[in-house]
């Protein structure tokens, strides 16, 4: 599924990457940790395609995404990879079943169709009574269940989540983990996750530790 070999990135004179190998299998939730300024985040945004590594490959899905020009890269990523981060992001003059159709438009979706796959995945997650709201009429939990079905309207091979339930209490922070679960059980997904949640490392089927801009599983 993700494959990276050799990934190193500098920013200046600091090497905050030096060298990732990681294979990452199909339906797997892997949890990466590791202290502030490890390069969790840094290696998140490079397996998304967000960033470009000085050195190294990545593969996803088959696909090597450093052979793939700048639209075709944005095509691919809008299609292959979901993600969701700590404080949402959602557009605040859009309503939750707006937000959630956007990927799906960018993908050239019909908006009738990218319409009946939002409201199908905020029916999912339990948001149907909320489609109509705009994010500050929303609780945290609401938007961030909002942002995961963004995540999925357009079927990715990947979700990626950088502190998800950072921003979260409690009871939040313990339905959004249980979510990730039901959502690789019923649609096959694969999550990379970024965490500082002891909890909900300690859940997923590998945690990759990052010190030092290396690995160690």
Do not use: W, Y
């Not at 409201?119 to 009574?129: G, I």
Request: zero cysteines; aromatic letters at 4%.
């Amino acid at each position: 599924m993700i494959q990276t070999e050799g990934i190193t990135k500098s920013f200046g004179n600091l090497q905050v990457l030096k060298g990732i190998d990681l294979t990452i299998d199909k339906s797997e939730m892997v949890a990466i940790i590791g202290p502030s300024g490890a390069g969790k985040t840094t290696l998140l945004q490079i397996i998304g395609t967000l960033d470009s590594p000085d050195s190294g490959r990545l593969t996803i899905n088959g696909t090597e995404t450093g052979l793939l020009k700048d639209k075709e890269l944005a095509a691919f990523r809008n299609r292959n990879i979901g993600f969701v981060f700590q404080f949402h992001q959602l557009l605040p003059e859009f309503t939750a079943l707006e937000n959630v159709m956007i990927p799906a438009l960018i993908a050239r979706e019909k908006p009738a169709v990218a319409e009946k796959r939002a409201k199908e995945m905020l029916d999912f997650l339990k948001l149907s009574d909320r489609m109509s709201h705009k994010p500050a009429e929303l609780s945290g939990g609401e938007k961030q269940r909002v942002a995961v079905a963004r995540a999925l309207i357009n079927n990715p091979a990947v979700i990626l989540a950088d502190e998800p339930s950072g921003s979260l209490d409690t009871k939040n922070k313990e339905e959004l983990h249980a979510l990730f679960f039901e959502l690789r059980e019923q649609m096959k997904q694969t999550f990379v996750i970024v965490t500082h949640d002891e909890q909900l490392a300690s859940s997923a089927d590998r945690v990759i530790h990052i010190k030092d801009g290396v690995v160690s599983e």
